[in-house]
């Protein structure tokens, strides 16, 4: 296949995205039909552009003999590339439903199809200058669906992942100047890509420089103490943050740190140093703090959002290991993650839909009025608190058995212990509420009128708790994989 076929997938969500901004389509149906077929075949050709790993790259636009655009799948971007394309058509076929009660769906779907293409060439980036392009655009498209509702509270909110973005961008921005100076231009290489011309630079000169990338990039991966817009971006439409929270914006950050972290600087240079240390004990106290306080809000997509800064540091902390088995477990973890915390923002989504009900203490027994949605979230809700054989539990067994034979991986075991049980916290005291709620309590009278919602969005719930029992289940090709990647195979 050739390295032209990479081009395809960001390029016909964009020009699908302003064909669909500047017509007006005569019914919903067809709006729904025209969104589901985009996004549909947009998926299917970036999978089969996965199986086939076009080899070589696609220069777009040389800026030097040393320096270009340019497009490359490895197996990182394999991994991203896939996870996006399959969890963007069941968010779409849930939005579709759920944006009726929006409002300005038209509006809505052109910049959520335009993310779809910007997020893949993140996935498809062969340099940092490329994915850095492309990480910042990303920026510009998801901030009209953060602000959709256009209220006080979606301005503020857009407002403030705005400045946080801006000022991540401005860190990672020295991150890529300095780094394109000493090599990083070239394509990304498993053990760094920077050139002989680094061994001048003084070793703490390129660690604070390596810093700085990585805190620039963390923005989005929600770090403390930079994870500030994310519980704040929550007030978007349900489907952007499941997108948020899953795979878009902060699986981006991820990716990113993870293409600074091995494939720019290396591990070598990194392992052992005062830089290793420091971002570890930034992603430590966010996996505490996160699930300390998901389990402190009472509001049920808040507590969600909290729990997505907490287990977002579990991948960075098995990445910054700096080992092979470290990174697999990160990667491992990445991917249920997406299948698990996707799919308790739908069922957030849906009890909101159906009820308008946004707080835990207006959802006592509600299960007995929403039993598919309950069934769902407590299938993802037990997988993403480590419970075997579900999908929570395999990624977060490898970070654990990769920290016990790493340097400074006593930090991570400890901040790993202390977030599981708050995570059993957070989730089961939801399902207790739900279907518990007390002696006496009348089931009849605070469900009425409360039903599951329709096929559109119980569906793809269906699909996702399914998918994190089979994750579990059956993980050994997907962890070989990941081993493959981590080891610098593919």
């Known amino acids: 296949m050739s390295a032209w076929f990479l081009l395809l997938p960001i390029l016909i969500p964009s020009a699908a995205a302003l064909v669909l901004s500047s017509t007006k389509p005569r019914t919903g149906t067809e709006l729904a039909f025209r969104v589901g077929a985009i996004v549909t075949a947009n998926s299917i050709l970036t999978l089969l552009i996965a199986w086939y790993a076009p080899a070589g790259a696609l220069p777009l636009l040389r800026l030097s003999s040393t320096l270009a655009f340019a497009l490359r799948l490895d197996g990182l971007g394999i991994l991203f590339s896939v996870l996006v394309s399959v969890l963007w058509v069941p968010t779409t076929f849930y939005a579709l439903e759920y944006m009726k009660h929006e409002g300005r769906e038209k509006a809505f779907f052109s910049w959520f199809i335009l993310t779809y293409g910007v997020v893949l060439g993140i996935a498809f980036s062969a340099n940092l200058l490329t994915l850095y392009f492309f990480y910042e655009l990303m920026t ?107 795979v878009a914006v902060v699986k981006g950050g991820i990716f990113a740190i993870i293409r600074l972290t091995y494939f720019v600087f290396g591990p070598e240079l990194l392992r052992g140093s005062w830089a290793q240390v420091t971002a570890l004990i930034l992603a430590c106290v966010t996996i505490v703090y996160g699930s300390s306080r998901a389990l402190a809000s009472r509001h049920l997509k808040l507590r969600f959002a909290w729990s997505t800064v907490s287990q977002l540091s579990y991948i960075l902390l098995g990445a910054l290991l700096l080992t092979p088995e470290g990174l697999a477990g990160g990667l491992t ?75 400074y991986g006593y930090m991570g075991l400890t901040a790993l212990m202390i977030s599981a049980l708050l995570t059993v916290l957070y989730i089961f005291s939801i399902l207790g509420i739900a279907t518990m709620p007390g002696k006496g309590f009348d089931f009849k009278t605070a469900n009425q009128g409360v039903e599951d919602p329709n096929a559109l969005m119980t569906i793809p719930m269906f699909l996702l708790a399914a998918a994190a029992i089979l994750y579990g289940l059956y993980a050994g090709p997907a962890i070989r994989f990941f081993g493959r990647i981590a080891a610098g195979v593919l």
């Not at 020295?174 to 780094?179: E, G, N, P, R, Y």
């Not at 419970?387 to 929570?392: F, V």
């Open 140 to 246: 510009l498209t998801t901030l009209p669906l953060v602000m959709h509702a256009m209220d006080d509270r979606a301005r503020a909110a857009g407002r403030k992942y705005l400045i946080y973005s801006v000022g991540g961008a401005a860190c990672a921005f020295i991150a890529l100047v300095f780094t394109i100076g000493h090599g990083a231009g070239a394509f990304f290489a498993m053990g760094g890509n920077l050139d002989a011309t680094v061994a001048s630079v003084p070793r703490d000169t390129l660690l604070t420089v390596y810093l700085l990338g990585f805190l620039g990039f963390g923005v989005k991966a929600a770090l403390f103490p930079f994870h500030g817009w994310l519980p704040s971006a929550s007030v978007a439409p349900t489907p952007v943050t499941a997108l948020l929270h899953a």
């Open 333 to 407: 973890h990445m991917a249920g993650h997406a299948l698990m915390k996707i799919n308790l923002f739908f069922c957030a989504g849906a009890i909101l839909y159906k009820t308008h009900r946004e707080y835990l203490s207006d959802m006592r027994g509600i299960g007995a009025g929403m039993p598919k949605t309950l069934f769902c979230l407590a299938v993802s809700g037990m997988a993403l608190s480590g419970i075997p054989p579900l999908a929570g539990f395999v990624g977060k067994w490898q970070i654990g058995t990769a920290a016990t034979s790493a340097p």
